[in-house]
């Protein structure tokens, strides 16, 4: 299996308890328009989770590594790519495809020395699409993903400004499972990969 692209809308699966069907929780994402989903580390059993989801044959990613070890943890546990929420020296290290955080001009390009093929611009709701637009202008390699609280409706003006994905996280909702398939549709209608 292909190591996927960090492009397009990526759920973000965070929970303050074990995910008691992650594959059915992945599966109701994909069919809907959501073909990227990562499972956070500090969710109870991510790591079981993860293994879980990667069995199945589903293009997981492992979200809030943090550290080295953590990078080498998920990609045992058969994480597909990997998303950190800030800058950390090492996670390269898993091969596997990283999204890096950052927020400022200095941290993207160090998120591009550490071997990052994105960058997960966070927290996004504290900063603006024209703040992306401006940043990609003498930056035009990077391949932005803002990430961190933004609403549906403000995810073309991202795509417009220049951003190649979106994390969505608030929006989905994972812990209501009702009415998840059709929130994860309206995600993938307001990015436009529907």
């Known amino acids: 299996m292909s190591a996927p692209t960090l492009a397009g809308p990526i759920a ?18 994909s069919d809907n328009g959501l073909q990227l989903v990562e499972i956070t580390l500090n969710t109870p059993g991510a790591l079981a989770a ?4 990667g069995a199945a044959g589903l293009a997981v ?3 809030t590594v943090c550290s080295r070890d953590d990078a080498l943890r998920a990609r045992d546990a058969g994480a597909r790519f990997l998303v950190t929420p800030g ?54 390699q990077l391949r932005l993903i803002p990430t961190g609280g933004i609403a549906a409706a ?7 400004a220049g951003c190649v994905g979106v994390g ?13 398939a059709g929130r994860a549709r309206a995600c993938a209608q307001a990015w436009g990969s529907l």
Do not use: C, H
């Open 87 to 140: 800058l950390v020296a090492g996670a390269a290290d898993a091969g596997l495809p990283l999204l890096m955080g950052a927020y400022t001009a200095s941290e993207a390009m160090q998120a591009l020395q550490l071997g990052a093929q994105a960058v997960k611009l966070f927290p996004a709701n504290q900063l603006s699409p024209a703040y992306a637009q401006a940043l990609l202008a003498p930056l035009p």
């Open 168 to 180: 969505i996280g608030s929006e989905l909702r994972i812990a209501e499972p009702a009415g998840l």
């Open 61 to 63: 990613g492992a979200g």
């Open 12 to 29: 973000i699966v965070r929970s303050k308890v074990p995910l008691t069907d992650p594959v059915g929780i992945f599966r109701i994402l």
């Open 50 to 53: 993860i293994s879980q989801a």
């Open 154 to 160: 403000d995810f073309a003006a991202w795509r417009s």
